[in-house]
């Protein structure tokens, strides 16, 4: 049996969450009408080549800063779930990139709101100037109450890697990223990309042990998924040998060795990611992730390992 709640073998969010409120929190996938470099020609247009239209938040609803309730919402999936039981997560595209009056307005907005718990604001790092700093810095002390976290979209700590998908940034910008915002005590989630072009399992263990080395409070495990409408989805049916699509099985693998390698005090938030069912290609069988996840459980549970037990690849 694993050290986590219910036995699990590796620290879940809801485990995090109980710990830490002594109830489960959700998500709520918020829309504030953003755009970011990567798209409007600061940097490049389109953004990263996986990246889809709805900019990593097809499912978000608009938000404005006004406060919510249930009609706002699908509060219906969790019935029991009170006022103070959700997060406000500011998801589609990058969430720092805008004038920082609209940031202050949307994000006090959530903050002020009981039915939030805290704000989760997804972004990249190289939108977290100083101007943004001592915004969350600001809020942070007018809101003790409440927590804010902060997600960056990292996907692999590899450079040429990097280039390929379109990021936009190098690793430096990512550290820099990360040490002031733990300088300002603001936790980081950093999202990682499973089966990315040109990176086997160790390439992708690389980017998931130097998790442990920069301070994340938590971390999201992506499968890539080949959405229509992408650059990754044009090069998939033109020339499909140059995309390699993960099999269930060696997904499943990746993340076991991904949790065994991430030190135990880091929380997971995901372990699969979503994609839009009309609009996903490849790979299919990713639609079940109950499935997934209870695969994942049976390979660590197989072979006697759990989070943070292993320094190195098995054989």
């Not at 135990?264 to 994609?275: K, S």
């Amino acid at each position: 049996m694993g050290r986590y709640e219910n036995g699990e073998r590796w620290y879940s969010f809801a485990a995090f969450c109980k710990k830490e409120f002594g109830r489960r929190l959700y998500r709520v996938a918020l829309n504030g009408n953003m755009t970011c470099p990567n798209r409007d020609g600061t940097l490049g247009r389109g953004g990263c080549i996986f990246c889809g239209e709805g900019g990593s938040g097809d499912f978000a609803i608009p938000y404005e800063g006004r406060p919510m309730s249930r009609e706002d919402f699908v509060w219906m999936h969790h019935q029991n779930a009170r006022e103070g039981d959700f997060i406000a997560y500011f998801q589609s595209y990058s969430n720092t990139y805008g004038p920082i009056e609209k940031l202050k307005l949307l994000f006090e907005g959530a903050l002020e709101d009981s039915v939030f718990a805290g704000i989760d604001i997804a972004t990249r790092p190289d939108c977290l100037g100083e101007p943004v700093l001592l915004l969350l810095k600001e809020l942070k002390e007018k809101y003790p109450d409440k927590f804010i976290w902060v997600e960056l979209g990292l996907q692999t700590i590899h450079e040429d890697t990097a280039r390929w998908i379109s990021r936009g940034y190098d690793l430096k910008v990512f550290d820099e990223g990360m040490r002031n915002l733990n300088a300002l005590g603001i936790p980081v989630i950093v999202h990682l990309i499973a089966g990315l072009p040109g990176e086997n399992e160790e390439r992708f263990l690389e980017s998931v042990r130097y998790m442990n080395t920069v301070g994340a409070f938590g971390v999201k495990l992506h499968l890539l998924h080949i959405l229509r409408g992408t650059r990754l989805c044009e090069l998939y049916e033109k020339e499909p040998e140059k995309v390699h699509v993960l099999t269930k099985e060696e997904y499943v693998r990746r993340i076991a060795l991904a949790l065994g390698n991430l030190d135990p005090g880091i929380v997971i938030h995901r372990l699969t990611g979503d994609g839009p069912s009309e609009s996903l290609v490849a790979p299919l069988w990713s639609v079940d992730k109950k499935t997934v996840i209870n695969e994942i459980r049976s390979y660590m549970s197989a072979q006697k390992f759990e989070q943070g037990s292993l320094t190195s690849k098995p054989e």
